[in-house]
Each structure stands twice: as C-alpha cells, then as structure tokens.
C-alpha cells in the first residue's frame, strides 16, 4: 500500500474513532488533512466572529511550506495515536 492509500486509509479511520477528540486533536486533524491535499494556506484568514474558521486557518497556516507526505505520515501517525488514546 502506498502513503496515498495509507494516508486515505487514516482520514477513513478518523471518523470511527469512539469518541470525538479534543478541539486541538481536531485542529490538527484538519490542518494536518488541508497541508496534505491542498497546500499552504491561501485566502484570507476569517475575520470577525468566525472563531471556528478563524483557528482552523491559523493551525493550517502554521504548516506553511511542509511537505504533502511529510503531512500525510504526520497524519497518520496522529490518527494511530487517537486511536490508542481513545480505545484504552
């Protein structure tokens, strides 16, 4: 199995976990997720009362210029440690 599929693999598993991570685990779970697939951060960051999109923006912006796999392994080494955290 390539990373790809790995990677596909882990995003499958981050939504079966047995309960639902921290605000932070799923900052980086996002940021991690946007870094892979898309790059670094573009647009502007959300303004105003957009807290949410605010702090998602702001943990995708701080993997500014990492690289799609190193992100990808990051990911699923993180989505493997969720598990184990949550699963006792």
């Known amino acids: ?7 596909e693999q882990a995003v499958l598993h981050s939504r ?3 309960q639902k991570p921290d ?4 900052l980086k779970l ?6 892979a ?3 670094d951060a573009t647009g502007e960051r959300p303004g105003g009362f957009d807290f949410k999109g ?3 923006f702001d943990a995708w912006l701080e ?4 690289g799609s796999s190193e992100c990808m392994e990051e990911y699923i ?12």
């Open 30 to 35: 996002y940021a991690l997720y946007k870094q």
């Open 16 to 18: 079966q976990l047995p």
């Open 37 to 39: 697939t898309a790059g």
């Open 63 to 66: 993997l500014k210029e990492k």
């Open 77 to 88: 080494r993180f989505v493997k440690d969720l598990h184990a955290k949550y699963n006792g």
């Open 54 to 56: 605010a702090a998602k």
């Open 1 to 7: 199995m390539d990373l790809k599929e790995k990677f």
């Open 23 to 26: 605000n932070d685990e799923l």
